[in-house]
């Protein structure tokens, strides 16, 4: 009964859609506004619906009913409740209806909160969207149901994958898939500012929440994948370049390039065009994505479900959007034509425009690495790969320049600045970038890219502190204030500006965490024994015990280490090599000791003789990587509090200045 009340709901649900999006643009070419206020109520209507249908598949799960093929195929009697809950996204069919449940939860909630404050693109955004979630409905009914029966029912289910068996389940799809969504709104904003000729800030403004969530959102999905694969698969490493990671990795980069890109809109008018091809390409970035993972052209541990049929739906999908959204700015492109020019390369104006090209030109070779392989298997019998020697070699020196544009522009003013005084603010500095060069030579940094990254730390982190020392110290000298007084006053007129440079020191945090984990890694790959004992770093390990163990759908054989480090630190670690009970493919679950300055990471690997191989990892500064992130979430929260009101005095400064 449940599964079939979820399947009615979403007929209903793309019934009501087709309504959204038909009744919005009737009510535009009659002039007749109720016809619009169908397409809202619509909206809402079709959000219930599909949280219905959502809550039926759940419900299905915990309930085990084995007659519904997806419950089948992704749960089992011996399925822990705590992952029963969020079987629903362990395949393609069940994640493509939390997608489709995401965008109409963001539609539902743009249609309320712009309703009033932007009357005249909302019946275009109404059924832009409309047209994009009636794509996947559409999908979901006749290509991937997760609705589908299946008798007579088998006594037992199929089991989630191994992989998936992991809390990193629960976290990381659903923020990927929230970023994901989430620029669905800003891109149909901006396609309503092209049809209605509005193409000024006014939509720049109402998005520019959206699309921090939607980045924020994207980021944090990015780091619980990174973490999941760091403790769940074994290696030892978190980023692997996985073209499924790729994937999720290019609509992040233009999306950081677009939240960049309209301050200058907002501030000089400029980038208009540009900034529609960049929220247009995150877009469409982010369709890709699921283009990637479920039309089975990858093999990647990501891509767990595949069809390539359903696949070539989506390309033609994403094509579609395609076609549309660059038509329009292309035909329309007259409206966003702008006087305003840039006065000087020294400004900040022109870090910004550097950053974009960094960025996109990032992204341009993620996308060429990720594609190539397919290009050369479609196209000849030969398969190719591309790893990490190619992105390493590529893509870090284009990280290392936006490294040095993030500590340009702080101190850079807009419009334009003279070489004299730039120079001038740049003195200490470039002084503290030498400082950090001899650092990394006393920390035995020997690689060129590492010893440029720390320099750049110190450089960055340097022009961050002064920006916010002068503007606490006018502040002390304005209002009489004490230090933290003024510094929180400076952050609360401007939570945008200065949260945005807590992100920027999360980055760095995280740069110094790379470079730890990637260049100090030692690695022991050794036969132990009970009480054999192995050295790696300052750490001495002895195997303690090698047993069996169980729970309620695996048995695994449990390593257990005593670790102690010079100076008296002691810990326990215990590392599984486990088989499920519905699958033959053993797993590795890690055993991770961390602290401060790295991790101690052990697996369990294969029997050798009488005895057991093992790899030992000693991560240096691993664990900043995490934090990092953690400081650029505090970050983007602070900017997401942020009001409109800073941004229309920014307006009207920018209108006098082009006047």
């Known amino acids: ?329 292309i035909v329309r492109s007259d409206l966003v034509q702008t006087k305003v020019q840039m006065e000087s390369m020294l400004s900040r104006e022109s870090t910004f425009l550097f950053n974009n090209l960094f960025l996109v030109v990032g992204t341009t070779t993620v996308l060429l690495g990720t594609l190539y392989p397919l290009a050369v298997e479609t196209f000849s019998t030969a398969k190719v790969s591309v790893g990490a020697p190619y992105y390493n070699k590529v893509f870090i020196p284009i990280m290392l320049g936006l490294l040095i544009l993030m500590g340009i522009g702080p101190l850079i003013p807009w419009r334009s600045s003279q070489w004299a005084t730039t120079l001038k603010r740049f003195t200490l500095p470039a002084v503290l970038a030498v400082v950090g060069v001899v650092v990394a030579i006393v920390l035995n940094v020997n690689h060129t890219y590492g010893v440029i990254t720390v320099a750049l730390i110190f450089f960055v982190l340097t022009t961050h502190l002064q920006d916010v020392f002068s503007g606490t110290r006018l502040r002390m000298q304005k209002e009489g204030t004490n230090p933290l007084v003024a510094l929180m006053a400076l952050i609360n007129r401007n939570k945008r500006r200065y949260g945005g440079l807590i992100v920027h020191l999360g980055v760095l945090i995280m740069a110094a965490g790379f470079i730890g984990s990637g260049l100090f890694q030692e690695e022991r790959t050794l036969v132990m024994k009970v009480g054999d004992g192995v050295r790696n770093g300052s750490w001495h390990l002895t195997l303690q015990s090698i047993a069996p163990t169980a729970k309620r759908n695996w048995t695994a054989t449990e390593a257990t280490f005593v670790a102690k480090k010079d100076g008296g630190e002691e810990a326990i670690l215990k590392t599984q090599k486990r088989v499920y009970s519905e699958f033959q493919q053993p797993t590795s679950e890690a055993a991770i000791h961390s602290t401060f300055w790295e991790d101690l990471y052990v697996v369990l690997g294969d029997p050798v003789g009488d005895g057991f191989s093992f790899r030992v990892y000693r991560n240096p500064l691993v664990g900043w990587v995490w934090w990092g992130s953690g400081v650029m979430a505090v970050g983007a929260f602070i900017a997401l509090l942020q009001g409109r009101r800073l941004s229309r005095r920014q307006r009207v400064v920018a209108q006098g200045a082009a006047a």
């Not at 599964?3 to 007749?32: D, K, M, Y």
């Not at 932007?118 to 969207?129: E, G, N, Q, R, V």
């Not at 998005?207 to 959102?217: D, G, K, N, Q």
């Not at 890109?261 to 000089?268: D, F, T």
């Open 1 to 329: 009964m449940w599964i079939e009340l979820g399947h009615f709901s979403t007929i209903l649900a793309l019934i009501l859609t087709l309504v959204q999006w038909v009744s919005p643009l009737v009510g535009v070419a009659s002039g007749r506004p109720v016809w619009i206020r169908v397409g809202r109520q619509a909206a809402f209507a079709t959000f219930i619906l599909l949280t219905i249908a959502s809550g039926c598949l759940i419900t299905s799960f915990m309930i085990h009913d084995f007659t519904v093929k997806y419950v089948t195929n992704h749960a089992s009697l011996k399925l822990p409740v705590f992952y029963l809950a969020t079987a629903m996204w362990g395949g393609h069919e069940g994640s493509l209806l939390l997608w489709a449940w995401l965008l109409s939860l963001y539609i539902a909630v743009a249609a309320w909160r712009h309703w009033a404050t932007h009357p005249l693109s909302m019946p275009w955004i109404l059924a832009i969207t409309a047209a994009l979630l009636t794509g996947f409905l559409l999908l979901i009914l006749f290509l991937s149901s997760p609705f589908d029966r299946m008798f007579p029912a088998p006594p037992d289910g199929r089991d989630l994958n191994p992989l998936l068996q992991d809390p990193g389940m629960v976290f990381h799809p659903p923020f990927l898939y929230m970023g994901y969504v989430g620029f669905a709104i800003p891109f149909a904003f901006a396609m309503a500012a092209l049809i209605t000729g509005r193409t000024g800030e006014e939509w720049i403004l109402a998005t520019r929440r959206w699309t921090l969530f939607s980045w924020a959102m994207l980021t944090t999905g990015i780091v619980f994948g990174a973490y999941w694969a760091y403790y769940e698969l074994g290696w030892g490493g978190y980023w692997a370049w996985d073209p499924v990671e790729n994937a999720s990795f290019m609509p992040w980069l233009t999306g950081t390039a677009f939240l960049h890109s309209i301050m200058v809109q907002e501030r000089r008018q400029m980038f208009k065009t540009w900034n529609l091809f960049l929220i247009t390409t995150t877009f469409a970035l982010s369709l890709l994505g699921t283009f990637l993972v479920r039309s089975g052209v990858l093999s990647s541990v990501h891509a767990f479900a595949s069809d390539p049929g359903k696949g070539v739906y989506i390309l033609v999908f994403m094509s579609v959007v395609l076609l549309f959204s660059f038509g329009l700015l």
